[in-house]
Nanobody, 124 residues
Framework: QVQLVESGGGLVQAGGSLRLSCAAS????????MGWFRQAPGKEREFVAA????????HYADSVKGRFTISRDNAKNTVYLQMDSLKPEDSAVYYC?????????????????WGQGAQVTVSS
């Protein structure tokens, strides 16, 4: 089993920044691909960003490209999502996801393990 715990959410003004963290177990973290999804009220959960187990490959949704950066520290079993130039439409619950094999990076059905979510609210 993989357990994921997100932290770092909160309230920020438009144009500001936040960094989300996702701490993972077990010790085989460095063999899992990691991703971030988000879900706004009344909307489906959508892909935000993903990173391969080695950190060598990253993927981003068009809506966050150039503003968000995903990274990982395998020594700390942690993946990060740095969010800059935040917009009100970025407000959502952000979920960390993990899997050892990924069929389609942007599809939530490709990911087996999920965290509880962290609320991000961007005020205008």
């Amino acid at each position: 089993q993989v357990q994921l715990v997100e932290s770092g959410g909160g309230l920020v003004q438009a144009g500001g920044s936040l960094r989300l963290s996702c701490a993972a177990s077990p010790r085989t973290f460095n063999r899992f691909h990691m991703g971030w999804f988000r879900q706004a009220p009344g909307k489906e959960r959508e892909f935000v960003a993903a990173i391969s187990w080695s950190g060598g490959t990253t993927h981003y949704a068009d809506s966050v490209k150039g503003r968000f950066t995903i990274s990982r520290d395998n020594a700390k079993n942690t993946v990060y999502l740095q969010m800059d130039s935040l917009k009100p439409e970025d407000s959502a619950v952000y979920y960390c996801a993990a899997d050892s094999t990924i069929a389609t990076w942007t599809s939530r059905t490709s990911w087996d393990y999920w965290g509880q979510g962290a609320q991000v609210t961007v005020s205008s």
